[in-house]
């Protein structure tokens, strides 16, 4: 086997990709480009009946989104390729015969109803049926039939597998780089299918094929596929080829109880399960996250990097990544903690890349000329973005610096709004009127002086300001918002304010 370190994220286009396959794909690249090695994407499309159109562009779309770059892949090519299973076709029976020869597999003819048949007769006595040494001899296939009862089927057309005749009595040493040594009784499993009449390869054969035949050094999956090991290990035995080294990753759990995350999940808890969108179901994308949180949360889900340091960027990843500190057990998913991912991720974006990205939603919000100057929308964000997960939350923290308020918060305007309220802010507006410079710092001290000088309370003017410029009590700090919003508009929201809030 190569010393070079090659891993294959292997995906079936069955449907859009889950997090948990986006995770076993970062986990593989980070790995790969630790050791300089190749991230290869395979496309395992032997299962005609369950692929669907449009799920491998999805797979490569969402990868690239997440910044996750194949070396080699179906559209970028490679010297191992073809990079789709469904494109090499040709070369699996090959394999199966080679193993037929050898008599480690054989042919079964039993069909589909027969099988069926036996499956409930033994759930009836409370057992499960297992196709393998215990009762292979009594079932239809090359070791209960003559040489040419087997070669009349065959000749005849008759539909047949190939199965894998897997070991009796022996105890199998199978080693996880995440688990450490699992041991298996072989005669708990069952002879798999390998190859089907129809010329195509069942997933176990053509995964083992491709990985021996695109030198892949380390298998690095989800746990779903520990059942599998065994089967594959001795699949590489049979071959006399070296296997490469297997790491299981963990499951991702639900955020509360027990059991795998599953789409359900996703729609009861309001969070996206998949990247990008897909049919009705939103994406990570869609929902206004940056790939670099995706990325850096997925990587913490089943990974600790031993130390306390939570943010990583895409090259940081790769330094601290080891399979060392991937842990055994499922990894809870929790929605909050993502958001808390996208909030550091806004916060370190510039405030110039930040107005880009809210742009449209203000296009769409206000037809003030404010929402259209990127120079004043700059100033928002930097102002409004420390309260912010996303952009989308932009408009809510900060719609009044380009529209006047509607309405004014109930609740706050029966606190705030007292007797004399309304005289109060007939004279801030005065200030305002006259106060030059207009800047933020001279509005502060010219009405700060007034409050004191007529022995006011803050409490009493400042309040009641933020409701009329604000329509309620959130923001930041009022002289900003005052010099923002500009002379002319701040006395026109004080004297409307005055007005809606005293014949209320
Ligand atoms: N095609 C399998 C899947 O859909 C690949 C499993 C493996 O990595 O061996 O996940």
């Known amino acids: 086997m190569a010393d070079k370190v090659r891993v294959r994220f292997a995906p079936s286009p069955t449907g859009p990709l889950h997090i948990g396959g986006v995770r076993t794909a970062l986990f593989n690249y980070l790995y790969a480009k630790k050791y300089n090695g190749d991230f290869i994407l395979r496309i395992e499309d032997t299962d005609q009946n369950r692929y669907v159109e449009g799920a491998e562009k999805y797979i490569q779309e969402a990868l690239s989104w997440c910044g996750i770059r194949a070396d080699e892949s179906p559209t970028t090519g490679g010297s191992f390729g073809p990079y789709r299973q469904s494109e090499r076709k040709h070369l699996y029976k090959d394999y199966a015969l080679q193993l037929l020869e050898q008599g480690k597999a054989y042919y079964a003819f039993d069909t589909p109803e027969a099988l069926d048949h036996h499956r409930k007769d033994h759930e009836l006595k409370g057992k ?127 955020p509360v109880g027990k059991g795998k995350l599953s789409k359900r999940d996703g729609e009861k808890g309001g969070f996206p399960v998949f990247p990008l969108s897909w049919n009705e179901s939103m994406g990570y994308k869609e929902a206004g996250y940056f790939p670099e949180a995706v990325v850096n949360f997925l990587a913490l889900l089943g990974w600790n990097p031993g130390t306390e340091q939570e943010v990583f960027n895409m090259d940081e990843l790769i330094q601290s990544f080891s399979l060392e500190r991937v842990n055994k057990s499922g990894a809870r998913f929790d929605p909050e903690k ?146 923002m919003i500009g002379r002319e508009e701040a006395i026109q929201r004080i004297n409307n304010g005055i007005t809606a809030l005293t014949s209320s």
């Open 338 to 483: 993502t958001k808390w991912y996208n909030h550091n991720y806004l916060q370190l974006k510039s405030n110039e890349a930040l107005a880009q990205a809210f742009l449209p939603i203000l296009a769409e919000k206000s037809n003030s000329e404010k929402a259209a100057d990127t120079g004043y929308i700059t100033k928002v964000v930097a102002m409004i973005k420390e309260r912010a997960n996303f952009v989308g939350d932009f408009w809510g923290l900060g719609s009044y610096f380009f529209e006047a308020p509607q309405t004014y918060n109930e609740k706050a305007a029966k606190k705030q709004w007292k007797e004399g309220t309304p005289e109060l802010m007939s004279e801030v507006a005065a200030i305002v009127k006259n106060t030059t410079p207009y800047s933020s710092s001279e509005l502060e001290s010219k009405i700060k002086d007034w409050i004191t000088n007529n022995e006011l309370s803050f409490g009493k003017v400042m309040g009641p300001l933020r409701l009329l410029l604000v329509g309620d009590l959130k923001g930041p700090h009022l002289f900003d918002i005052l010099e």
């Open 128 to 254: 499960t049926f297992i196709y393998n040494w215990h009762n292979r001899n009594k079932l239809t296939n090359s070791l209960s039939l003559t040489e040419e009862e087997v070669k009349a089927k065959l000749d005849a057309g008759e539909n047949f597998v190939i199965r894998f005749k897997s070991p009796q009595d022996e105890t199998l040493v199978l080693k996880d780089l995440i688990r450490g040594e699992i041991s298996i009784d072989t005669n708990t499993l069952d002879d798999k299918v390998l190859f089907k009449s129809d010329g195509m390869p069942t997933y176990h054969l053509a995964n083992i094929v491709d990985d021996h035949l695109m030198e892949i050094s380390h298998v690095i999956r989800g746990e779903e596929w520990l059942p599998s090991l065994a089967l594959h290990q001795l699949l590489y035995d049979a071959f006399g080829w070296g296997a490469p080294k297997f790491a299981h990753l963990p499951l991702i759990m639900k």
